[in-house]
């Protein structure tokens, strides 16, 4: 069993930054993927940003050139860094990790709210 736990969320104003951390319980290395998602009010969870086990990275088109997932597998963690924020990207965001020979996320962080005032 893997703990995800977000940090990082608040309230920014347009056009602001904000870096959101995602700990794990434990190792991140042999995870298929490690991947962001968000939820806004009314709408389905969208993944936004994953990075595979080889370090190949992935983004929805809203955030492609905004936003930029990294991790550091010696510190289990996996980061978002959120640039030129608008407030379309106010949601609930989400950690979560592909395990080895799984298909699909199956580990989930509780989320961390992200608020984008204009």
């Known amino acids: 069993q893997v703990q995800l736990v977000e940090s990082g969320g608040g309230l920014v104003q347009a056009g602001g930054s904000l870096r959101l951390s995602c700990a794990a319980s434990?190792?991140?290395?042999?995870?298929?993927?490690m991947g962001w998602s968000r939820q806004a009010p009314g709408k389905q969870r969208e993944l936004v940003a994953a990075?595979?086990?080889?370090?190949?990275?992935n983004y929805a088109d809203a955030v492609k050139g905004r936003f930029t997932i990294s991790r550091d597998i010696a510190k289990n963690s996996v980061y978002l860094q959120m640039n030129s924020l608008e407030p379309e990207d106010t949601a609930v965001y989400y950690c979560?990790?592909?395990?080895?020979?799984?298909?699909?996320?199956?580990?989930w962080g509780q989320g961390t709210q992200v608020t984008v005032s204009s």
């Open positions: 979560s990790m592909q395990t080895e020979g799984r298909m699909q996320y199956d580990y």
């Open positions: 434990g190792p991140i290395f042999s995870a298929n993927f």
């Open positions: 990075i595979s086990r080889r370090g190949n990275t």
